[in-house]
């Protein structure tokens, strides 16, 4: 027996940043295949110089990946959809906190996902929901806008 679900995608995402994040999706695919300590490194390495995302810098390049890939909204396209997301504010001069974990409820699974001004961005769980394994924010000493 199967559930019947529909993916919701983000309506009104104008279409040069759906572009845009179209373009992203291939590098976040392809460092979603690296191990995690590479992954790391190379968001270690992309973060350098970006201002920390607001919620709604974060939201907004949440949306875009989720408008762009039916993969990247579903269930489980975490992973590229949230480095997707991190590149696509990074392309906007700023970085969100990138964070990989578990759910601390029953079933525990792997997820990964951007938090901004301290909460995660777009999950619509509440505070402690995940607890964070590997986390890339931004480099301190960095001003908001």
């Known amino acids: 027996m199967t559930t019947p679900s529909a993916l919701e995608r ?16 291939l590098p976040a695919l392809a460092l979603a295949l690296l ?34 890939s039916l993969h990247c909204a579903g269930p489980k396209g975490c992973l590229p959809r949230s480095l997707g997301a991190a ?7 700023t970085w969100p906190t990138w964070c990989t974990g578990v759910r601390v409820t029953p079933p525990f ?23 964070r394994l590997v986390a890339v924010g931004p480099l301190p000493g960095r001003a908001g806008r």
């Open 10 to 25: 983000p309506t009104g995402v104008p279409l040069a940043r759906r572009l845009t994040a179209r373009l992203v999706l």
């Open 87 to 93: 590149l696509l504010c990074r392309l906007g001069g």
């Open 109 to 131: 699974t792997a997820h990964a996902w951007i938090e901004a001004e301290g909460a995660a961005v777009g999950e619509g769980v509440p505070p402690g929901y995940f607890a």
């Open 35 to 68: 191990p995690p300590r590479r992954i790391r490194a190379v968001l270690g390495v992309l973060r350098r110089g970006a201002a920390p995302a607001t919620a709604v810098e974060a939201q907004r390049a949440r949306d875009a990946m989720c408008a762009a």
